[in-house]
Structures are given as structure tokens and as C-alpha cells.
């Protein structure tokens, strides 16, 4: 089936740094990327749409500017959390859209700001 | 209400157990629907699609019912690993649930 990787699994970093979550289809073309946030013992939450060659479209309360959506290509898409605060401390989980609509999320990156 | 909306958990049912969840969904004009499983801190994985007709994978079935705007997801004979968060998916914007947490004992 098809495959979503997705790096680096856990970061830990100071607050005021920026942290960059790559999220790569392996196997196939994605013109349409989404990126998550859930936070524990909460279901997922659409942060942005990603599309090849565009700019993202980010969801109602997510600042573009704090999160930078990057999808250069057909394979892959970035998301860099700029200037990182204890309350960015989430898992972030990316998924590419595959055909018949059907979604192929990445193994997600534990994100521990300090 | 909330665009997409899960039977509250958590399920807590012996082995061998048959145990349904249902999920609502407020837009009328969805076309696809899916069951997703996740794992605690994994990536969530397709379970399946659900379709018009209903559908049935081995011990899961999953049926739509359009008039009533509600997705069902059934497990018979429930296994010590089919322990996990069951969420639903509704497009096209691919809204989740919150998730129904079910956990299977012995």
C-alpha cells in the first residue's frame, strides 16, 4: 500500500527555536497534503491543506505565520513550527491523499518545546 | 453542533464481545466516509471506506444510513487487539471525530 514517511519521529528543542517536520509520499504523487495536531487523549485537528504548488490553507485559529507550510513538490511537504513555545508541544501527524479520497498519514512527530 | 460527532467513550468489553460505535455527521452533502484506527501516539490506519450499500471486512461491517446523517462501525467476536481509538472520517474536507476509545479484556 501506500506509504507516507514522515521525520523526525521526536524532537526536543528550547523555546525560541523553529523546528521542521518533512513529510514525504514514497510511492506515489500527492497534489494534496494535510497536517494535524493532537494533542493527548484528543482526536486530531486539521491544521492546514497542503497543495502542490500553492499556498496552504490553513484552518480557522492557526496562525500561517507561526506554522510555515512548504509543499514543493508532488512528494513532499514541509512544516516548520517558527519560534517554538511550551504550548506548541503536541504530536503533529501528516497524511498524504491517495486515490478514492482515501488518506495515508505519516507516523507522526512528538514535539517537546522546553 | 460539531461537524462530526463520535459515541462517547470509553467502551470497555470482554473478549468476544460484538460492540458498535456510531458516528453523526452534520453536512448532508458528504459523498465518502471512513473508519480509521489508531494506536496510542501511532499514526491512525484506514480500517475502511464505507460505502451506500454497507460493507463488511471479516469481523468489521459498516453501514451509512443518509437519512439520518450517521455512520456505524461493528465488531463481532472482539479480540484483546482490536484495542485502540476508532475514529471516523467524513469528506470531502475529511473531518475526524473525536474518536471512541475501546479497549477489549480478557
Known amino acids: 500500500g501506500a506509504v507516507v514517511s514522515q521525520h523526525p519521529s521526536r524532537v526536543i528543542c528550547k523555546s525560541g527555536t523553529s523546528v521542521k517536520i518533512e513529510c514525504r509520499s514514497l510511492d506515489f504523487q500527492a497534489t494534496t497534503m494535510f497536517w494535524y495536531r493532537q494533542f493527548p487523549k484528543q482526536s486530531l485537528m486539521l491544521m492546514a491543506t497542503s497543495n502542490e504548488g500553492s499556498k496552504a490553507t490553513y484552518e480557522q485559529g492557526v496562525e500561517k505565520d507561526k506554522f510555515l507550510i512548504n509543499h514543493a513538490s508532488l512528494t513532499l511537504s514541509t512544516l516548520t513550527v517558527t519560534s517554538a513555545h511550551p504550548e506548541d508541544s503536541s504530536f503533529y501527524i501528516c497524511?498524504?491523499?491517495?486515490?478514492?479520497?482515501?488518506?495515508?498519514f505519516g507516523s507522526g512527530t512528538q514535539l517537546s518545546v522546553l | 453542533r460539531k461537524e462530526v460527532e463520535q459515541d462517547p467513550g470509553p467502551f470497555n468489553v470482554p473478549e468476544g464481545a460484538t460492540v458498535a460505535f456510531n458516528c453523526t455527521y452534520s453536512n448532508s452533502a458528504s459523498q465518502s466516509f471512513f473508519w480509521y484506527r489508531q494506536d496510542c501516539r501511532k499514526e491512525p490506519k484506514l480500517l475502511m471506506s464505507v460505502y451506500s450499500s454497507g460493507n463488511e471486512d471479516g469481523r468489521f461491517t459498516a453501514q451509512l444510513n443518509r437519512a439520518s446523517q450517521y455512520i456505524s462501525l461493528l465488531i463481532r467476536d472482539s479480540k484483546l487487539s482490536d484495542s485502540a481509538t476508532y475514529l471516523c472520517v467524513v469528506g470531502g474536507k475529511l473531518i475526524f471525530g473525536q474518536g471512541t476509545e475501546l479497549s477489549v479484556k480478557p
Open positions: 497524511s498524504a491523499q491517495g486515490v478514492n479520497e482515501k488518506l495515508f
